[in-house]
C-alpha cells in the first residue's frame, strides 16, 4: 500500500508539475466513482452522471452553428433585396406598360371608347341613356380637338425642323468665315501690325515735330511781347514738349551753359483764367516731370539770380495724353487693376532696385505687395497723398510718390511714363468716387 502509494503521489507531482492547458475540473472527477453514505453506515455508489464530450468537439459544434446562423443570416439579406428588387422591376413594368398604353393611337382608343359608349347605350333606358348620348357627344368633340392639336403640332414641328436645318446652313456658314478669317489673319496680321507700328511712330514723330514748332512760335510770341512791354530779353526758357508724359528742363537763352544746381528754383502752377499762383511743393530742380494735374495749366518756374528772380513760363496750357483718358475710362469699369513697380524709396531711404512688386489700384483701395507679402495696403483716405516725383531725375516722369498714411511714404518707379499717369489717373478717379480727393504734399485741391 505504501508503495502503490508512493508511485501515485508521484505520478500526481510529475503530472501537476508537467506543462499544458488546465483541464476541467468536471472531467477530472468524472473518472472516479462518487459514494454517499446510507443509513446504517452501508456505502452507496451513486450513478455516473452524463458523460462530457471533449472540448473540441464543444468548439467544432459551436463553430458550426455559428457558419450555420451567419449562412442563414446572409440568405435572409438575399432573399429581403431579391424581394426589393423584384418589386422594383414590377414598378418599372408597370410604368413602362402604362407608357406603352398611352402612346398608343389617340383615334382607336376614341373610337373603341366610342363603340363601348353605343353598345351601352341600346342596352341602358332613361336619364342613364342621355348620360351615355352627352358622354358620346364629348368624345366625338374630343376626337376633333385633338385632330385639330395633331395638325398644329405637325405643323410646328415641319417649322422648327425647317428653323433647325436653317440654322445649321447658318451655323456652318459662320464656322467657314471664321476659318477663312482665321487663315486672313495668321496670313497678313505679322506685316499690317508692322506697318501700323511704322505708321504709328512715323505720326509720333510729325506730331513731335509739329509740336516742337508750334512751342517754338509761341515762345517767340511772348519774347517778343515782353520785350515791348518791358524792354527786357529773358534769360531763362524751358525746353521740352508742353504736354502730359514729358518732362520741362530749364535752360539759359545766352548760348552758354549754365550751372543751376546752387541756384534757388520753383516751380508753380497756373490756372489759365487765373492770375494767382499755386506751388508745387518739392519742385525745386531745374527738372521737372509733368503730372495729370499739369494738364490745363501753364507751368512757371522762378529762378533766383543774385538776388533778381527770373521767370520761364511755358508758351500755353500743358496738353493731354493722347488717348490716355479713353484708356483711363476703361480701366474704371474694372473693380481693380495690377501695374508692376519697383521701389526706389522707403521713407525716404533708397532701396534696391532688384525687386519687382504689384500695386493694385482698386475701387476702394491700394495695395502694394511682393509676392505673398503685403508692404502697404490702405483704404483711400483725407490723409492718403499721390503725384508725380517732384526731386528731378531722368527717370522722374515714371516714379510716383506715393503716402498710404502718415508714417510711410514711398516712391514707386513704373515701366513707362503712361503706365505711371494711368496709375495716377486711376487712383484719383476711384478716390473721388469715395469723396476723397488725392493730391501731392502741399497742393491745394479745389478740383
Not at 450555420?68 to 414590377?90: C, H, I, P, W, Y
Request: glycine share 6%.
Amino acid at each position: 500500500m505504501t508503495k502503490a502509494a508512493t508511485l501515485y503521489g508521484s505520478k500526481t507531482q510529475s503530472e501537476a508539475l508537467r506543462p499544458g492547458p488546465l483541464r476541467p475540473a468536471n472531467i477530472i472527477r468524472n473518472k472516479f466513482p462518487t459514494y454517499k453514505n446510507g443509513s446504517n453506515g452501508i456505502v452507496i455508489k451513486l450513478a455516473d452522471g452524463p458523460e462530457m464530450p471533449p472540448l473540441k468537439e464543444i468548439v467544432a459544434k459551436e463553430t458550426a452553428d455559428l457558419l450555420d446562423r451567419r449562412q442563414r443570416l446572409s440568405v435572409r439579406e438575399l432573399a429581403m433585396k431579391f424581394e426589393k428588387g423584384l418589386n422594383t422591376a414590377t414598378l418599372l413594368s408597370n410604368e413602362v406598360k402604362w407608357r406603352q398604353v398611352a402612346l398608343l393611337e389617340r383615334d382607336i382608343l376614341l373610337k373603341n371608347l366610342k363603340s363601348v359608349l353605343e353598345s351601352l347605350r341600346g342596352r341602358v333606358t332613361g336619364k342613364t341613356k342621355d348620360e351615355i348620348e352627352e358622354s358620346i357627344s364629348m368624345v366625338e368633340i374630343l376626337a376633333v380637338q385633338l385632330s385639330k392639336r395633331e395638325a398644329e403640332l405637325l405643323q410646328q414641328k415641319e417649322e422648327v425642323t425647317k428653323l433647325a436645318k436653317s440654322l445649321k446652313q447658318d451655323m456652318e456658314e459662320l464656322k467657314k468665315e471664321v476659318r477663312e478669317a482665321r487663315r486672313i489673319k495668321m496670313l497678313h496680321q505679322p506685316s499690317k501690325a508692322m506697318d501700323l507700328e511704322n505708321e504709328i511712330r512715323i505720326l509720333r514723330n510729325t506730331f513731335a515735330e509739329k509740336s516742337k514748332d508750334c512751342v517754338n512760335l509761341l515762345k517767340e510770341l511772348e519774347m517778343h511781347k515782353r520785350l515791348k512791354e518791358n524792354g527786357t530779353i529773358p534769360s531763362f526758357d524751358l525746353e521740352g514738349l508742353q504736354c502730359l508724359g514729358s518732362m520741362l528742363r530749364i535752360v539759359g537763352l545766352s548760348g552758354t551753359h549754365m550751372d543751376l544746381s546752387n541756384i534757388s528754383i520753383q516751380w508753380f502752377r497756373i490756372h489759365p483764367k487765373e492770375s494767382n499762383k499755386e506751388i508745387i511743393s518739392g519742385a525745386t530742380r531745374p527738372v521737372y516731370a509733368l503730372e495729370p494735374h499739369d494738364v490745363g495749366r501753364y507751368l512757371q518756374a522762378e529762378i533766383d539770380v543774385g538776388g533778381e528772380i527770373a521767370v520761364a513760363k511755358t508758351a500755353g496750357p500743358v496738353d493731354p495724353d493722347a488717348g490716355l483718358v479713353d484708356y483711363v475710362e476703361t480701366l474704371v469699369r474694372k473693380p481693380e487693376t495690377e501695374f508692376n513697380v519697383v521701389v526706389l524709396q522707403l521713407n525716404g531711404i533708397d532701396q534696391p532696385k532688384e525687386s519687382v512688386h504689384v500695386l493694385n489700384v482698386g475701387r476702394l483701395r491700394m495695395r502694394l505687395t511682393k509676392g505673398k507679402s503685403v508692404v502697404a495696403k490702405e483704404f483711400y483716405s483725407s490723409s492718403m497723398q499721390l503725384c508725380g516725383v517732384r526731386g528731378g531725375g531722368e527717370a522722374a516722369s515714371q516714379a510716383m510718390f506715393w503716402r498710404p498714411r502718415n508714417d510711410l511714404s514711398l516712391v514707386l518707379a513704373f515701366e513707362s511714363t503712361r503706365e505711371r499717369n494711368t496709375a495716377i489717373m486711376l487712383a484719383r478717379r476711384f478716390a473721388i468716387d469715395c469723396n476723397i480727393i488725392l493730391a501731392g504734399p502741399g497742393d491745394k485741391t479745389p478740383w
